[in-house]
Structure formats: structure tokens, C-alpha cells
Nanobody, 125 residues
């Protein structure tokens, strides 16, 4: 089992950048595929980015492709989401999620059993 804690959210102007971090507990983090999701007020939680256990493969939602970058450090037990060229429509609570897998990345929230508490990102116009 892994526990996840996000940090790095905040208020930023459109066009700016933020870097979210997710710290994981446990000694098996390197066996986990990880993902980032977000949920805006009144909307369903949606996929943002995913990464395999080794960091060798990544996948992005079309809405963030070319602006966001997911990465991980299996020594520090962290996964990060670098967000550039932020838009007001990126405003949401951002969640990191994990599942034990040394095969694939995953894009459906239903495939992740472990979730952080979320961190708020607000982009002003």
C-alpha cells in the first residue's frame, strides 16, 4: 500500500507555470504506475497525465499535451507535474494517483486504487 501527498498548488496568472509534486510513502513506489487527474467545480474528475513505473513511458490528455510534463524520481519516491503556459481552464483540484504495475501506464481513474488528498490550482485571466 502507498500513501500519496500532493503539494505545489497555488494561484498563478494565465501564461504562468506551476510545479506539482506528489510524495509517496512505502518502499515499493518504484513498482507503481502513477497518474495525475484534476477536477474542476461541477465537473467530473478527468485524466491529465500518466507515467510507467520506470518513467520510460508517459501519456497526456490532449488538453495539456505540449504544456505539461510528468516525471518521477524513484529514489526520492516522488512524481511531479510541471505545468507551463497555464490557462484559466486548467483551474481545478489536482490529484495524484497510483497503482502497482510494472507494465503499463493507466488513464482511467477507475484503474487507480490509491489517491492523494488533492491540491488546488487556480489560474487567473
Amino acid at each position: 500500500q502507498v500513501q500519496l501527498v500532493e503539494s505545489g498548488g497555488g494561484l498563478v496568472q494565465a501564461g504562468g507555470s506551476l510545479r506539482l509534486s506528489c510524495a509517496a510513502s512505502g518502499r515499493t513506489f518504484s513498482s507503481y504506475a502513477m497518474g495525475w487527474f484534476r477536477q474542476a467545480p461541477g465537473k467530473e474528475r478527468e485524466f491529465v497525465a500518466a507515467i510507467t513505473w520506470s518513467g520510460g513511458d508517459t501519456y497526456y490528455a490532449d488538453s495539456v499535451k505540449g504544456r505539461f510534463t510528468i516525471s518521477r524520481n524513484n529514489v526520492k519516491n516522488t512524481v511531479a507535474l510541471q505545468m507551463n503556459s497555464l490557462k484559466p481552464e486548467d483551474t481545478a483540484v489536482y490529484y495524484c494517483a497510483g497503482r502497482m504495475s510494472r507494465m503499463y501506464y493507466y488513464t482511467s481513474l477507475h484503474e487507480y486504487p490509491y489517491w492523494g488528498q488533492g491540491t488546488q490550482v487556480t489560474v487567473s485571466s
